[in-house]
C-alpha cells in the first residue's frame, strides 16, 4: 500500500520560511515523479511544483518560482519543499501528491495527509 | 493557462443520480481525472482517464468526457458520497495539473 507522510508546516509570519517533507512507502519512490498541491481554505487545489525521480528537473507555479524549491533524497524516500519569502497568500495546506501518467494523461494517484501553512503576523 | 468551470453546489436525493459537470474549451480532448474531498480530508482519486476507477472505488461512480464538458456520474447515492469533487486535466503546454474550482455534493 502507498503511504505518503508528511511533516512540517506551522504558523509562520510574514517573509519567514519553512520546510516541508514528504515520506514515502509503499512505491518504488526513486522512479516517481512527485508533485506539491496546495489548497487555501474553502478553495480548490493548486498545483505548486513537480520534480522528476532522479531530482533532476522541477517545475514550479508561476506564484512561487523564485521562492520555493523542490527535492528529494531518494536513499530516505523523502520529498521535501523549501518555501522562503513566505506571504499571505501562501496560507493553505500543502499536499504533497504522486504522479502517474497515461499516455498524455498525468494525475495523482496518492496524495499526503496535507499540512497547513498560515502565514500570519 | 487551461481554465476548468465547475458549478458550485449540487443536491440529490439518495438512491437518485448526481451528475457533476467540468467544462472547458475542448476538453474532450484531454483526459479527465476526478477527485473526492471529504471535510479535513485529502483528496481521493476517483475516476482517471475520463472512464477509469481506480481499485477499491465502487462501479457507482463512472464519468464521461466530450465536446466542451466532462461529467462525472455517481448512481444510487449515499450520505456517504456528501463531499466536493474536483476535475483536474494535464496542461501539456506548462507540463502541469489544472483543478476545476469543485462541486459540492448535498445528499438531501
Known amino acids: 500500500e502507498v503511504q505518503l507522510v508528511q511533516t512540517g508546516g506551522g504558523l509562520v509570519q510574514p517573509g519567514g520560511s519553512l520546510r516541508l517533507s514528504c515520506t514515502a512507502s509503499?512505491?518504488?519512490?526513486?522512479?516517481?515523479?512527485m508533485h506539491w498541491v496546495r489548497q487555501a481554505p474553502g478553495k480548490g487545489p493548486i498545483w505548486v511544483s513537480r520534480?522528476?525521480?532522479?531530482?533532476?528537473?522541477?517545475g514550479y507555479a508561476d506564484p512561487v518560482k523564485g521562492r520555493f524549491t523542490i527535492s528529494r533524497d531518494n536513499d530516505k524516500n523523502t520529498l521535501f519543499l523549501q518555501m522562503n519569502g513566505l506571504g499571505f497568500d501562501d496560507t493553505a495546506v500543502y499536499y504533497c501528491?504522486?504522479?502517474?501518467?497515461?499516455?498524455?494523461?498525468?494525475?495523482?494517484?496518492?496524495w499526503g495527509q496535507g499540512t497547513l501553512v498560515t502565514v500570519s503576523s | 493557462s487551461y481554465v476548468l468551470t465547475q458549478p458550485p453546489s449540487v443536491s440529490v436525493a439518495p438512491g437518485q443520480t448526481a451528475r457533476i459537470t467540468c467544462g472547458g474549451n475542448s476538453i474532450g480532448s484531454f483526459s479527465v481525472h476526478w477527485y473526492q474531498q471529504k471535510p479535513g480530508q485529502a483528496p481521493v482519486l476517483v475516476v482517471y482517464d475520463d472512464t477509469d476507477r481506480p481499485s477499491g472505488i465502487p462501479d457507482r461512480f463512472s464519468g464521461s468526457n466530450s465536446g466542451n464538458t466532462a461529467t462525472l456520474s455517481i448512481n444510487r447515492v449515499e450520505g456517504g458520497d456528501e463531499a466536493h469533487y474536483y476535475c483536474?486535466?494535464?496542461?501539456?503546454?506548462?507540463?502541469?495539473?489544472?483543478f476545476g474550482p469543485g462541486t459540492e455534493v448535498t445528499v438531501l
Open positions: 501528491a504522486k504522479e502517474q501518467c497515461r499516455g498524455a494523461g498525468c494525475f495523482h494517484s496518492h
Open positions: 520534480i522528476n525521480g532522479d531530482g533532476s528537473k522541477t
Open positions: 509503499g512505491l518504488t519512490f526513486r522512479n516517481s515523479w
Open positions: 483536474q486535466v494535464w496542461d501539456t503546454s506548462g507540463d502541469h495539473s489544472v
